[in-house]
C-alpha cells in the first residue's frame, strides 16, 4: 500500500493530516522562514538554510 506522501507526489487523492505530511510542511514553513530573514547580502546564511531543503524548488525565467 502506497503512502500519503507517495499518493500526493503522484498526484492521487492523499490525506492531507498524514503525520509524515504534517512534519514536511512545518519542516518547510520553518526554513522559508529562516530563509526570508536573511538579507540579499548574507550569502553563506541563505546558502545554509537553502542546503537543508529536501526539495530544491525550481525557478523560472520571466
Same mark, same amino acid.
Given at each position: 500500500?502506497?503512502?500519503?506522501?507517495?499518493?500526493? =507526489?503522484?498526484?492521487?487523492?492523499?490525506?492531507? =493530516?498524514?503525520?509524515?505530511?504534517?512534519?514536511?510542511?512545518?519542516?518547510?514553513?520553518?526554513?522559508?522562514?529562516?530563509?526570508?530573514?536573511?538579507?540579499e547580502?548574507?550569502?553563506?546564511?541563505?546558502?545554509k =538554510?537553502?542546503?537543508?531543503?529536501?526539495?530544491?524548488? =525550481?525557478?523560472?525565467d520571466?
Amino acid at each position: 500500500m502506497k503512502t500519503e506522501k507517495e499518493k500526493m =507526489v503522484n498526484g492521487e487523492l492523499f490525506i492531507a =493530516v498524514d503525520p509524515e505530511l504534517v512534519k514536511d510542511r512545518e519542516n518547510a514553513r520553518r526554513l522559508a522562514r529562516l530563509y526570508n530573514q536573511t538579507t540579499e547580502t548574507d550569502e553563506c546564511k541563505r546558502n545554509k =538554510v537553502y542546503s537543508k531543503t529536501p526539495h530544491k524548488p =525550481v525557478f523560472y525565467d520571466k
